[in-house]
């Protein structure tokens, strides 16, 4: 009997400085588009909760947890988009399904600042702002696993932690951005014309982001899978991932971003309905807070990915768990203290956002390496958009409920605390030199 020789493992193709940088760009645009509209959704919950969800007589309150209650359903759908096109962009190819993602998201995101308020339509309104929000997280949760993919695998040796960085920093930016543009309609319109009109302009902007994303995308190479994965024919008795092992995979990813995405959320997000609810503060301190702890977080991720590259993702995502798990509630009390130094608020805010940012600089890379190129769209998908829809889809509404329920106004702090310590645990389990390994 013949022995079967195994075929020949194809070596990887070398991928060319332009197409990486074109596969970079192109892979962190959609993000920032998606970060974008999702922060400007958290930035102006109080304003929609009354246009969608208050009607005449209605409690303030109750909108706001209604509003946060749309804005959770999105982020449970994530999931199944995330299943759907990373099947999609694992069997397709990844160009074909980021050039859809993009076009649901800016679609979707364009209408809701269309739409008519609960004033002109009454309760349907608020049903047809649900209606997009699902479109919404459908593109998002389709959009994660397609673009850390493509930065990851195009990524030169040595630099998957920077390159999948990006992914991260477009998080930031599109935050960012969006406050930018709340903070500037917030300035200059009166709150009339801000509840009027004012709220549907950040919405309406990003109609022509969508266009350049959708150019950026139609130009990446249509090779798959790119270079510099370790792509190999089938072989004979060689096992395919089996769905038992990528289901693992993806539950130990949750844990690993369980406190990225909660303290993300609340701090960088949230924390401007909290301010205003709880603190009293104006809408324009509340952003201006906002601000400052999403500065810290775009500080810290650039630098967190290059050197996760040099001494490995583990100890730099654990040195950030570890500090946001430890300095929540510190952190917090300094910006409850009425006669604390506005110094001292912001940079408790800086520090905050920084502490995230050492678990969102190395976590894209962390996800593509755990799964093989075959499923890699679909499971680190998948790990991120459940960790999102159960962590921080949910943030705004637990803590809007549970401190309205408790009048206990640590109940950020505690959340953020809580889920950095489970993933310190789930961050203990992961290999020290994967940094350092060819992706499956």
Same mark, same amino acid.
């Given at each position: 009997?013949?022995?079967?020789?195994?075929?020949?493992?194809?070596?990887?193709?070398?991928?060319?400085?332009?197409?990486?940088?074109?596969?970079?760009?192109?892979?962190?645009?959609?993000?920032?588009?998606?970060?974008?509209? /999702?922060?400007?959704?958290?930035?102006?919950?109080?304003?929609?909760?009354? %246009? &969608?969800?208050?009607?005449?007589?209605?409690?303030?309150?109750?909108?706001?947890?209604?509003?946060?209650?749309?804005?959770?359903?999105?982020?449970?759908?994530?999931?199944?988009?995330?299943?759907?096109?990373?099947?999609?962009?694992?069997?397709?190819? =990844?160009?074909?399904?980021?050039?859809?993602?993009?076009?649901?998201?800016? @679609?979707?995101?364009?209408?809701?600042?269309?739409?008519?308020?609960?004033?002109?339509?009454?309760?349907?309104?608020? !049903?047809?702002?649900?209606?997009?929000?699902?479109?919404?997280?459908?593109?998002?949760?389709?959009?994660?696993?397609?673009?850390?993919?493509?930065?990851?695998?195009?990524?030169?040796?040595?630099?998957?932690?920077?390159?999948?960085? !990006? %992914?991260? &920093?477009?998080? *930031?930016?599109?935050?960012?951005?969006? *406050?930018?543009?709340?903070?500037?309609?917030?300035?200059?319109?009166?709150?009339?014309?801000?509840?009027? !009109?004012?709220?549907?302009?950040? &919405?309406?902007?990003?109609?022509?982001?969508?266009?350049?994303?959708?150019?950026? =995308?139609? =130009?990446?190479?249509?090779?798959?899978?790119?270079?510099?994965?370790?792509?190999?024919?089938?072989?004979?008795?060689?096992?395919?991932?089996?769905?038992?092992?990528?289901?693992?995979?993806?539950?130990?990813?949750?844990?690993?971003?369980?406190? !990225?995405?909660?303290?993300?959320?609340?701090?960088?997000?949230?924390?401007?309905?909290?301010?205003?609810?709880?603190?009293?503060?104006? /809408? %324009?301190?509340?952003?201006?807070?906002?601000?400052?702890?999403?500065?810290? &977080?775009?500080?810290?991720?650039?630098?967190? @990915?290059?050197?996760?590259?040099?001494?490995?993702?583990?100890?730099?995502?654990?040195?950030?768990?570890?500090?946001?798990?430890?300095?929540?509630?510190?952190?917090?009390?300094?910006? %409850?203290?009425?006669?604390?130094?506005?110094?001292?608020?912001?940079?408790?805010?800086?520090?905050?956002?920084?502490?995230?940012?050492?678990?969102?600089?190395?976590?894209?890379?962390?996800?593509?390496?755990? /799964?093989?190129? =075959?499923?890699?769209?679909?499971?680190?998908?998948?790990?991120?958009?459940?960790?999102?829809?159960? /962590?921080?889809?949910?943030?705004?509404?637990?803590?809007?409920?549970?401190?309205?329920?408790?009048?206990?106004?640590?109940?950020?702090?505690?959340?953020?605390? *809580?889920?950095?310590?489970?993933?310190? *645990?789930?961050?203990?389990?992961?290999?020290?030199?994967?940094?350092?390994?060819?992706?499956?």
């Amino acid at each position: 009997m013949t022995t079967p020789v195994p075929a020949p493992v194809r070596p990887p193709a070398t991928v060319r400085p332009g197409d990486a940088r074109r596969a970079l760009v192109a892979g962190s645009v959609g993000n920032f588009i998606e970060w974008y509209e /999702f922060g400007i959704y958290g930035y102006f919950a109080t304003v929609i909760a009354a %246009q &969608f969800f208050t009607p005449e007589g209605g409690s303030e309150v109750e909108g706001l947890v209604k509003a946060y209650a749309s804005f959770a359903l999105a982020f449970f759908i994530r999931p199944v988009g995330a299943a759907v096109f990373g099947r999609f962009g694992d069997r397709v190819g =990844r160009r074909p399904a980021l050039v859809l993602v993009i076009c649901l998201m800016t @679609g979707a995101t364009a209408m809701i600042g269309a739409l008519p308020t609960y004033a002109s339509i009454g309760a349907a309104a608020p !049903w047809l702002l649900t209606l997009l929000r699902i479109v919404q997280g459908l593109s998002a949760g389709g959009e994660f696993g397609g673009a850390v993919s493509v930065m990851t695998e195009c990524a030169p040796p040595g630099r998957r932690g920077l390159y999948g960085a !990006w %992914q991260s &920093f477009t998080v *930031a930016l599109g935050l960012l951005a969006g *406050a930018g543009v709340a903070v500037a309609l917030a300035s200059v319109l009166t709150t009339s014309q801000l509840h009027g !009109w004012g709220w549907r302009v950040p &919405f309406l902007l990003t109609l022509p982001l969508g266009l350049v994303a959708l150019r950026l =995308r139609l =130009r990446l190479p249509p090779e798959e899978p790119p270079a510099r994965v370790q792509a190999e024919p089938p072989v004979p008795g060689r096992p395919r991932p089996r769905a038992g092992e990528t289901a693992r995979a993806v539950v130990v990813g949750v844990g690993r971003m369980m406190g !990225w995405s909660a303290a993300g959320y609340t701090f960088l997000v949230v924390l401007p309905s909290y301010l205003q609810s709880t603190l009293g503060t104006t /809408f %324009q301190q509340a952003l201006l807070g906002t601000v400052l702890a999403n500065l810290g &977080f775009a500080a810290s991720i650039l630098p967190a @990915g290059r050197l996760s590259d040099r001494i490995g993702r583990r100890a730099v995502m654990l040195a950030g768990a570890l500090l946001v798990a430890a300095l929540a509630l510190p952190l917090l009390h300094v910006v %409850q203290d009425p006669r604390g130094p506005a110094y001292a608020k912001g940079a408790a805010l800086f520090a905050a956002g920084a502490g995230v940012g050492l678990m969102a600089g190395p976590g894209p890379a962390m996800l593509a390496e755990m /799964f093989p190129v =075959r499923v890699r769209c679909t499971g680190l998908g998948l790990a991120y958009a459940l960790s999102n829809a159960v /962590f921080s889809g949910c943030a705004g509404l637990v803590i809007t409920e549970v401190v309205a329920r408790t009048g206990n106004v640590d109940v950020p702090g505690y959340y953020a605390a *809580a889920t950095c310590a489970v993933s310190v *645990a789930a961050l203990l389990t992961l290999r020290g030199d994967d940094h350092e390994r060819a992706l499956r």
